[in-house]
């Protein structure tokens, strides 16, 4: 298994070795140690080519986001050699020799790797609230990458339990695990450990709440992210009713901090820059002196950002499914989220519009709901922050959770308090069952959550179809990948079946057939 991450944070200057005892002797004396811990945590999100060091796609976690995103169907592209996530158009990407598949494992290890290691500094008996916040956050940190993991190497946990998942390895049994390697572990011993951390975080993180601790800003996690993280782990095991509950406890901490959902107001133009909006529950902050930024090009707004010099102006953007966009009301304020077939969008001003439309030339059905960082358009060093929770979010669980979990009436009834109240006011839900109330909130969120990186994990959770029929993509790219075809997990890359000896070829997910289009239809 990787372990460059764990070397470099344990290595001294001089070049003698720290092992976790003696981290956890010096941490135990000082807490405010665990600090720097903790900070190299998040570091590992938006690391500069941590992985290959070569590919612009390489960028931590916000890359994942859009590999994620690029592999569903309301996500719209085209292939260019300037598109850098065209292997999730093509589904070229899933051979286990691409540098997708090494940047996906990669990515999420090392965060686990970092994790690990500042978990292995702290005793886990320890009442010092100090350090219960540092822990807290590097066992939720942990729990984030893992539920990533399981879901793009195994099929849905209610019914693949025993299948073979991600090995998990964790502060415990690392050391041994970089001797002797690690198998697979199975899907329900996956989020056993997600569950495990979760709850365990929780409680630190309750009990350094309890003691006055608060985060410094939003990209780390405290108590309210991390009912967020098992609201949505618990979703994902279709516990329904604990989903809606942590759901519901998430946007009670949430309020009490002051976050709340964005307003129709505010989304009526270009927005989700800043983490320090009050619908960011949890961000990636990105800083001007990163190097994802001084790099110009290496980012998430470069791939993403319709407004700011990057990749993105070469590769003709990001379209929404069109027969999502058909759907949406003309009464819903997102519907400005995107420029209509016409070209336009009633929440761009005069020079937004100029340069979607005139100074680029953008397709139709082009993404206008990420602004620019700061507003300022047509800048080539971008420092968004990327949210990787709203408040928003946490409605929409809720709303599901109570659904499925017995009581389809109130779920539709927040769905359409929440709806109504921030997004559209003619919106009204006529479903009366569970599994129409899921649809419901299922079609909310492909909408509000558009962009984010989520869509992925519906799909997997929801059993969907890749269908992307009707969508808008190119002749090329029009599949209809059924649910449970072996294309639609990823496999575990070379070099790790190289590295571990615990694990052979004959263990790794099958090859998927890359699929093969399909007529389209009308809409």
Same mark, same amino acid.
């Given at each position: 298994?990787?372990?460059?991450?764990?070397?470099?944070?344990?290595?001294?200057?001089?070049?003698?070795?720290?092992?976790?005892?003696?981290?956890?002797?010096?941490?135990?004396?000082?807490?405010?140690?665990?600090?720097?811990?903790?900070?190299?945590?998040?570091?590992?999100?938006?690391?500069?080519?941590?992985?290959?060091?070569?590919?612009?796609?390489?960028?931590?976690?916000?890359?994942?986001?859009?590999?994620?995103?690029?592999?569903?169907?309301?996500?719209?592209?085209?292939?260019?050699?300037?598109?850098?996530?065209?292997?999730?158009?093509?589904?070229?990407?899933?051979?286990?020799?691409?540098?997708?598949?090494?940047?996906?494992?990669?990515?999420?290890?090392?965060?686990?790797?970092?994790?690990?290691?500042?978990?292995?500094?702290?005793?886990?008996?320890?009442?010092?609230?100090?350090?219960?916040?540092?822990?807290?956050?590097?066992?939720?940190?942990?729990?984030?990458?893992?539920?990533?993991?399981?879901?793009?190497?195994?099929?849905?946990?209610?019914?693949?339990?025993?299948?073979?998942?991600?090995?998990?390895?964790?502060?415990?049994?690392?050391?041994?695990?970089?001797?002797?390697?690690?198998?697979?572990?199975?899907?329900?011993?996956?989020?056993?450990?997600?569950?495990?951390?979760?709850?365990?975080?929780?409680?630190?993180?309750?009990?350094?709440?309890?003691?006055?601790?608060?985060?410094?800003?939003?990209?780390?996690?405290?108590?309210?992210?991390?009912?967020?993280?098992?609201?949505?782990?618990?979703?994902?095991?279709?516990?329904?009713?604990?989903? $809606? @509950? /942590?759901?519901?406890?998430?946007?009670?901490?949430?309020? *009490? =901090?002051?976050? #709340?959902?964005? &307003?129709?107001?505010? +989304?009526?133009?270009?927005?989700?820059?800043? $983490? @320090? /909006?009050?619908?960011?529950?949890?961000?990636?902050?990105? *800083? =001007?002196?990163? #190097?994802?930024? &001084?790099?110009?090009? +290496?980012?998430?707004?470069?791939?993403?950002?319709?407004?700011?010099?990057?990749?993105?102006?070469?590769?003709?953007?990001?379209?929404?499914?069109?027969?999502?966009?058909?759907?949406?009301?003309?009464?819903?304020?997102?519907?400005?989220?995107?420029?209509?077939?016409?070209?336009?969008?009633?929440?761009?001003?005069?020079?937004?519009?100029?340069?979607?439309?005139?100074?680029?030339?953008?397709?139709?059905?082009?993404?206008?709901?990420?602004?620019?960082?700061?507003?300022?358009?047509?800048?080539?060093?971008?420092?968004?922050?990327?949210?990787?929770?709203?408040?928003?979010?946490?409605?929409?669980?809720?709303?599901?959770?109570?659904?499925?979990?017995?009581?389809?009436?109130?779920?539709?009834?927040?769905?359409?308090?929440?709806?109504?109240?921030?997004?559209?006011?003619?919106?009204?839900?006529?479903?009366?069952?569970?599994?129409?109330?899921?649809?419901?909130?299922?079609?909310?969120?492909?909408?509000?959550?558009?962009?984010?990186?989520?869509?992925?994990?519906?799909?997997?959770?929801?059993?969907?179809?890749?269908?992307?029929?009707?969508?808008?993509?190119?002749?090329?790219?029009?599949?209809?990948?059924?649910?449970?075809?072996?294309?639609?997990?990823?496999?575990?890359?070379?070099?790790?079946?190289?590295?571990?000896?615990?694990?052979?070829?004959?263990?790794?997910?099958?090859?998927?057939?890359?699929?093969?289009?399909?007529?389209?239809?009308?809409?």
């Amino acid at each position: 298994m990787m372990t460059a991450c764990e070397q470099d944070f344990e290595t001294r200057p001089e070049g003698s070795t720290v092992t976790s005892e003696i981290k956890g002797q010096v941490v135990a004396a000082d807490p405010s140690k665990a600090e720097a811990g903790v900070n190299a945590l998040y570091a590992q999100f938006n690391e500069y080519m941590g992985v290959t060091g070569i590919r612009h796609n390489d960028f931590g976690y916000p890359a994942l986001m859009l590999i994620y995103d690029s592999d569903g169907y309301d996500f719209v592209s085209t292939v260019s050699g300037y598109n850098w996530f065209s292997g999730g158009l093509e589904y070229d990407h899933r051979i286990y020799t691409s540098y997708e598949t090494s940047i996906v494992w990669e990515t999420l290890y090392k965060i686990i790797n970092v994790a690990n290691s500042l978990i292995g500094s702290i005793d886990r008996e320890t009442d010092d609230p100090t350090l219960q916040f540092y822990l807290g956050q590097g066992l939720a940190a942990r729990a984030f990458c893992y539920w990533n993991l399981a879901q793009l190497y195994a099929f849905n946990y209610a019914d693949h339990k025993s299948a073979a998942c991600v090995p998990v390895i964790t502060d415990v049994n690392m050391a041994q695990v970089a001797e002797e390697g690690k198998a697979r572990d199975s899907v329900e011993a996956v989020y056993k450990q997600i569950m495990d951390d979760l709850n365990t975080a929780i409680t630190m993180l309750d009990n350094a709440d309890e003691a006055g601790l608060t985060r410094a800003d939003k990209r780390y996690i405290n108590n309210t992210v991390a009912y967020g993280l098992r609201a949505r782990v618990n979703l994902t095991m279709e516990n329904w009713s604990a989903a $809606a @509950s /942590d759901a519901q406890e998430a946007l009670a901490r949430a309020a *009490a =901090e002051g976050l #709340r959902p964005y &307003t129709m107001a505010e +989304v009526s133009t270009p927005t989700m820059y800043d $983490a @320090s /909006d009050p619908a960011y529950m949890w961000g990636d902050i990105i *800083a =001007e002196t990163d #190097r994802v930024v &001084t790099s110009g090009i +290496v980012n998430w707004p470069s791939h993403m950002g319709s407004f700011n010099y990057g990749y993105c102006w070469y590769m003709g953007g990001h379209q929404i499914n069109y027969s999502l966009f058909k759907s949406i009301p003309d009464t819903d304020v997102r519907k400005g989220w995107w420029t209509d077939e016409n070209y336009y969008s009633d929440h761009l001003s005069p020079l937004q519009n100029y340069v979607i439309n005139t100074y680029v030339e953008y397709p139709p059905l082009t993404q206008v709901k990420f602004a620019p960082d700061k507003g300022e358009m047509l800048q080539d060093q971008s420092a968004n922050d990327i949210p990787l929770m709203r408040v928003e979010e946490m409605y929409l669980i809720a709303a599901e959770g109570l659904a499925m979990g017995g009581s389809p009436a109130e779920g539709a009834a927040l769905l359409e308090q929440f709806v109504q109240a921030y997004r559209d006011p003619a919106y009204s839900c006529p479903e009366t069952s569970a599994k129409g109330v899921q649809e419901a909130v299922y079609w909310q969120r492909r909408v509000e959550l558009w962009g984010e990186g989520l869509s992925w994990f519906d799909i997997m959770r929801l059993k969907k179809n890749v269908d992307r029929r009707c969508g808008g993509y190119d002749d090329a790219l029009v599949f209809n990948i059924p649910y449970g075809d072996n294309i639609m997990l990823w496999r575990l890359p070379e070099s790790e079946i190289q590295a571990n000896p615990m694990i052979s070829e004959g263990d790794n997910n099958p090859s998927g057939e890359t699929p093969k289009p399909v007529a389209d239809i009308d809409y």
